[in-house]
Nanobody, 124 residues
Framework: QVQLVESGGGLVQAGGSLRLSCAAS????????MGWFRQAPGKEREFVAA????????YYLDSVKGRFTISRDNAKNTVYLQMNSLKPEDTAVYYC?????????????????WGQGTQVTVSS
């Protein structure tokens, strides 16, 4: 059974940093794309970042480019989201997801399994 567990969320002041981790289990994930999404209160879930299985190709939401970095360690079945220069508008529940079908990675329809989410709160 596929399971994704996020960690690393918390409360941080604007301008600070957090690193989210997503540990995957249930199969070997080195061949699959992985992504991060977020959902703020009263808003729809939105794409944040994604990474292809080899890690050479990454995608980002425009508003996080230059501040967030997605990476993966296939040996550990883990994907990371390093978040720097955080802003109050980054406050949301962050979810990781895995794409088993080789999709486009930019929409939630591409993904097959999701984690439970981790809260990120950025104070001004």
């Amino acid at each position: 059974q596929v399971q994704l567990v996020e960690s690393g969320g918390g409360l941080v002041q604007a301008g600070g940093s957090l690193r989210l981790s997503c540990a995957a289990s249930g199969r070997t994930f080195s061949s699959y794309g992985m992504g991060w999404f977020r959902q703020a209160p009263g808003k729809e879930r939105e794409f944040v970042a994604a990474i292809r299985w080899r890690g050479a190709t990454t995608y980002y939401l425009d508003s996080v480019k230059g501040r967030f970095t997605i990476s993966r360690d296939n040996a550990k079945n883990t994907v990371y989201l390093q978040m720097n220069s955080l802003k109050p508008e980054d406050t949301a529940v962050y979810y990781c997801a895995v794409d088993l079908r080789g999709g486009a990675l930019l929409t939630d329809a591409s993904y097959d399994y999701w984690g439970q989410g981790t809260q990120v709160t950025v104070s001004s």
